[in-house]
């Protein structure tokens, strides 16, 4: 069997937040590319021009979407259109599935018409786009068409999500996609909408729009602009847009002054410092975010908890590996090799490789070094871990006399969430197609009568020239939780969730994982909690599993009883007290699973209140 070999491209996946900044009134954070739209069949093709663009405003401090999505478009539709509803890339990216239906499909027809949004050659001009996109009208427009307050959507504190939609035939079936719904959407019928739409679906569409620097969680592409990608790409970082906002600066008056600037020596060097290139390996997955304050200026790829099963994952494209010419991943940790064969997926696509360790019993930064083996070709990478402690901060001693004046209420802040997740693996399957490769024998022969004589035979040679096709396993994990707190048992006066501060309290939280891929899961096996004392930062616990699943405070050595409790400050007001606790440490190939979880109690009076002072008697 002959195949193309290519080098293999070693990559790992960014999905964690990353600061953005806020531009004046139409910046567009969007580039393009794409290529040659190739051929179609009479059952699956695309038509040039049958495109649009999903809007939808995001909250840029929470990346949440505030409206529902819209779609424009210059086409006008038919009623039995297939589609997957009004969900955005970031919906999609928190965990949302395809939801397929036919008919309803809402969309508007601006009265400025869009440019070409999906190019059949690669070359979109998108500086049409841009300026289509930053336009003031457009921009009032879209407001309008979400029903979002055209002055407060330019304020910075929101930004336009933008993404390219394809309306085309496929088996027959007229639907519309945006990219990422395509990436999804050929992951469940495994590969085949690939198959028949490459050049639109996993080219033309994805690349019309990708971000310049990175924005809303999204990495900026740095990958080809010309060759179809993978739908992990595609779903990680096509198929994108984002105009940005920033509110106007007050008008300076006249008479102000121009600031001048201050002379530089003339010895004084030229800044020769330039910027360093983004890297081809990023974070690979959603580390969880350390509760440690001190700054930390290593760029850590992922953040572990000590003595804490893990799973470390990086993505591996390039050629086609199978069978014949299989891919072997190993990762070198902390003195041992692991190693994980038989990674195998088509050409075009790729295949997310993981490995499931410990990590120490001491806070270290660990190099984990990854090679990757196959097909003539080998990569290298290093990821960087930062293995902390999270039971090195607790409460101090509460004492009677403390008190605190100048408190005031905070609110729960928020932590990495994530309930769910998905991913997939291909299997591959020899297709067997039979070829005769025979030959004409010719045989000559001369009878009695001298005559000579030419017979020809065919001599067959079947042989098997197929070729490996391949199935998408898809796989998933869920997170589920719950907390309580209640008065201690020590507690004499508690009434129910009423209690007088200066008491303690106790907590139980539950935490378990469900998943079709056991091996390819940990249960969560931390979770931390955060007390309003103390704006939930500066001090934590780190509670202790006590049982399966189920987690409480750890015994609490300032207790008289030994009791798992927690003290309440005396000085606390009265009214909710709220707890905060974040469970984590639930691993999974495509990142960490956690939950943000309170509960309250009601403070009334304080512990003072239960002390009566009275003479002695003689």
Same mark, same amino acid.
């Given at each position: 069997?002959?195949?193309?070999?290519?080098?293999?491209?070693?990559?790992?996946?960014?999905?964690?937040?990353?600061?953005?900044?806020?531009?004046?009134?139409?910046?567009?954070?969007?580039?393009?590319?794409?290529?040659?739209?190739?051929?179609?069949?009479?059952?699956?093709?695309?038509?040039?021009?049958?495109?649009?663009?999903?809007?939808?405003?995001?909250?840029?401090?929470?990346?949440?979407?505030?409206?529902?999505?819209?779609?424009?478009?210059?086409?006008?539709?038919?009623?039995?259109?297939?589609?997957?509803?009004?969900?955005?890339?970031?919906?999609?990216?928190?965990?949302?599935?395809?939801?397929?239906?036919?008919?309803?499909?809402?969309?508007?027809?601006?009265?400025?018409?869009?440019?070409?949004?999906?190019?059949?050659?690669?070359?979109?001009?998108?500086?049409?786009?841009?300026?289509?996109?930053?336009?003031?009208?457009?921009?009032?427009?879209?407001?309008?068409?979400?029903?979002?307050?055209?002055?407060?959507?330019?304020?910075?504190?929101?930004?336009?999500?933008?993404?390219?939609?394809?309306?085309?035939?496929?088996?027959?079936?007229?639907?519309?996609?945006?990219?990422?719904?395509?990436?999804?959407?050929?992951?469940?019928?495994?590969?085949?909408?690939?198959?028949?739409?490459?050049?639109?679906?996993?080219?033309?569409?994805?690349?019309?729009?990708?971000?310049? =620097?990175?924005?809303?969680?999204?990495?900026?592409?740095?990958?080809?602009?010309?060759?179809?990608?993978?739908?992990?790409?595609?779903?990680?970082?096509?198929?994108?847009?984002?105009?940005?906002?920033?509110?106007?600066?007050?008008?300076?008056?006249?008479?102000?002054?121009?600031?001048?600037?201050?002379?530089?020596?003339?010895?004084?060097?030229?800044?020769? &410092?330039?910027?360093? /290139?983004?890297?081809? &390996?990023?974070?690979?997955?959603?580390?969880?975010?350390?509760?440690?304050?001190?700054?930390?200026?290593?760029?850590?790829?992922?953040?572990?908890?000590?003595?804490?099963?893990?799973?470390?994952?990086?993505?591996?494209?390039?050629?086609?590996?199978?069978?014949?010419?299989?891919?072997?991943?190993?990762?070198?940790?902390?003195?041992?090799?692991?190693?994980?064969?038989?990674?195998?997926?088509?050409?075009?696509?790729?295949?997310?490789?993981?490995?499931?360790?410990?990590?120490?019993?001491?806070?270290?930064?660990?190099?984990?070094?990854? &090679?990757?083996?196959?097909?003539?070709?080998?990569?290298?990478?290093?990821?960087?871990?930062?293995?902390?402690?999270?039971?090195?901060?607790?409460? /101090?001693?509460?004492?009677?006399?403390?008190?605190?004046?100048?408190?005031?209420?905070?609110?729960? /802040?928020?932590?990495?969430?994530?309930?769910?997740?998905?991913?997939?693996?291909?299997?591959?399957?020899?297709?067997?197609?039979?070829?005769?490769?025979?030959?004409?024998?010719?045989?000559?022969?001369?009878?009695?009568?001298?005559?000579?004589?030419?017979?020809?035979?065919?001599?067959?040679?079947?042989?098997?020239?197929?070729?490996?096709?391949?199935?998408?396993?898809?796989?998933?994990?869920?997170?589920?939780?719950?907390?309580?707190? =209640?008065?201690?048992?020590?507690?004499?006066?508690?009434?129910?969730?009423?209690?007088?501060?200066?008491?303690?309290?106790?907590?139980?939280?539950?935490?378990?994982?469900?998943?079709?891929?056991?091996?390819? &899961? =940990?249960?969560?096996?931390?979770?931390?909690?955060?007390?309003?004392?103390?704006?939930?930062?500066?001090?934590?616990?780190?509670?202790?599993?006590?049982?399966?699943?189920?987690?409480?405070?750890?015994?609490?050595?300032?207790?008289?009883?030994?009791?798992?409790?927690?003290?309440?400050?005396?000085?606390?007001?009265?009214?909710?007290?709220?707890?905060?606790?974040?469970?984590?440490?639930?691993?999974? /190939?495509?990142?960490?699973?956690?939950?943000?979880?309170?509960?309250?109690?009601?403070?009334?009076?304080?512990?003072?209140?239960?002390?009566?002072?009275?003479?002695?008697?003689?």
């Amino acid at each position: 069997m002959t195949k193309r070999i290519l080098a293999f491209c070693l990559c790992v996946a960014l999905l964690c937040g990353i600061a953005t900044t806020a531009f004046a009134v139409g910046d567009g954070n969007v580039d393009s590319g794409g290529g040659d739209m190739g051929t179609g069949t009479s059952s699956s093709y695309w038509n040039p021009g049958m495109d649009g663009v999903r809007v939808t405003v995001i909250r840029a401090s929470d990346y949440s979407a505030v409206t529902t999505p819209i779609d424009l478009t210059n086409k006008t539709l038919p009623s039995t259109l297939y589609h997957f509803g009004k969900v955005c890339k970031i919906q999609y990216t928190n965990g949302l599935s395809l939801s397929a239906q036919q008919g309803n499909y809402t969309y508007y027809n601006p009265s400025q018409s869009l440019p070409t949004i999906v190019s059949t050659t690669g070359s979109n001009n998108i500086d049409a786009i841009k300026s289509y996109f930053t336009d003031e009208q457009v921009i009032r427009a879209i407001a309008g068409y979400t029903g979002f307050n055209y002055d407060t959507l330019i304020n910075g504190d929101y930004k336009l999500l933008l993404e390219p939609i394809a309306y085309y035939y496929y088996q027959g079936v007229y639907i519309a996609t945006t990219a990422t719904e395509a990436a999804m959407y050929d992951e469940i019928v495994s590969g085949a909408l690939r198959t028949a739409m490459q050049s639109l679906s996993h080219k033309n569409l994805p690349l019309a729009m990708f971000l310049e =620097t990175s924005d809303l969680g999204y990495s900026a592409w740095t990958g080809s602009t010309t060759s179809a990608a993978t739908n992990a790409d595609i779903k990680a970082s096509l198929g994108l847009g984002i105009v940005r906002f920033e509110e106007l600066p007050e008008e300076v008056p006249e008479e102000t002054p121009e600031e001048t600037p201050e002379e530089v020596p003339e010895d004084t060097p030229e800044d020769t &410092t330039t910027d360093t /290139p983004d890297t081809t &390996t990023t974070v690979p997955t959603n580390p969880g975010t350390s509760t440690d304050t001190t700054p930390d200026t290593t760029n850590y790829d992922y953040e572990y908890r000590v003595n804490t099963e893990v799973i470390t994952s990086v993505y591996v494209s390039g050629g086609q590996s199978d069978p014949d010419d299989d891919t072997v991943v190993y990762f070198y940790i902390d003195g041992t090799r692991y190693s994980v064969s038989n990674v195998y997926y088509p050409s075009g696509d790729g295949q997310l490789v993981w490995v499931k360790w410990t990590t120490p019993s001491t806070p270290q930064a660990i190099e984990i070094d990854v &090679t990757v083996s196959g097909l003539g070709a080998s990569n290298t990478a290093t990821i960087l871990c930062n293995i902390v402690d999270l039971d090195e901060n607790p409460p /101090p001693n509460p004492v009677a006399d403390d008190s605190n004046d100048s408190f005031t209420y905070t609110s729960v /802040p928020s932590r990495a969430v994530d309930s769910s997740a998905t991913w997939g693996i291909w299997t591959p399957w020899w297709q067997e197609y039979w070829v005769d490769n025979g030959y004409w024998k010719t045989s000559s022969w001369t009878d009695s009568d001298g005559v000579k004589h030419t017979s020809r035979s065919w001599k067959s040679n079947w042989e098997d020239e197929g070729w490996w096709e391949f199935d998408y396993n898809q796989y998933s994990a869920s997170l589920t939780t719950s907390m309580s707190i =209640t008065c201690d048992d020590e507690n004499p006066t508690a009434s129910g969730s009423t209690m007088k501060s200066g008491y303690g309290i106790n907590q139980l939280v539950t935490a378990s994982v469900s998943t079709t891929q056991s091996t390819a &899961t =940990t249960s969560p096996q931390n979770a931390v909690s955060y007390f309003p004392e103390f704006g939930y930062d500066t001090y934590w616990r780190l509670l202790e599993e006590t049982s399966s699943g189920k987690f409480q405070f750890q015994k609490n050595v300032y207790s008289t009883y030994n009791n798992r409790t927690h003290f309440t400050p005396i000085w606390y007001p009265d009214g909710a007290y709220t707890v905060n606790t974040w469970v984590i440490d639930c691993w999974t /190939p495509v990142g960490m699973l956690s939950a943000n979880l309170t509960d309250s109690l009601t403070i009334s009076g304080s512990l003072w209140d239960d002390w009566h002072i009275a003479p002695l008697n003689n």
